[in-house]
């Protein structure tokens, strides 16, 4: 058996790779959840009714507040474009803020038999994990 080791230019060379895949998925969910609080904010309830089904069990005053909540920690995700001493911290916050909200609402849309939202929570969570696991550290 032989351990294969790497050399330090292809360490770097890893660390850059993923370091993008991380940047990516950090913009993919901001603009996700930006665009989703922005329509739970604005939207008339009927919209989001018809395209949600759960907010027709919630006070209007509770969407339009996760609305804002999914805006903040979206933004959240991307403030270490500014300071990566700052924001780091707030990054990893807001990311398991975003992998909390997401459990949550897979559940939800699993009791109401939303199967295909259910599975884009799925897809969300599967985002938000890496992004903080490999920021964490």
């Not at 920690?73 to 300071?83: D, H």
Request: charged fraction near 10%; proline fraction near 4%; avoid cysteine.
């Amino acid at each position: 058996m032989t351990t294969s080791t790497m050399t330090p230019a292809q360490a770097r060379l890893s660390a850059n790779y993923r370091n993008l895949a991380l940047w990516t998925a950090q913009g993919w969910l901001a603009m996700f959840f930006i665009a989703a609080g922005y329509a739970k904010i604005s939207e008339p309830m009927v919209n989001l009714v018809t395209l949600l089904s759960w907010p027709a069990t919630a006070d209007v005053a509770f969407v339009r507040a996760l609305g804002l909540f999914e805006i903040v920690l979206a933004v959240g995700v991307l403030t270490p474009l500014v300071s990566w001493k700052i924001g780091r911290p707030i990054l990893l916050v807001s990311a398991a803020g975003l992998l909390a909200l997401e459990a949550v609402m897979l559940g939800v849309h699993l009791l109401g038999a939303d199967w295909s939202l259910a599975g884009v929570n799925v897809a969300l969570m599967a985002l938000t994990a890496p992004v903080l696991w490999f920021r964490r550290g």
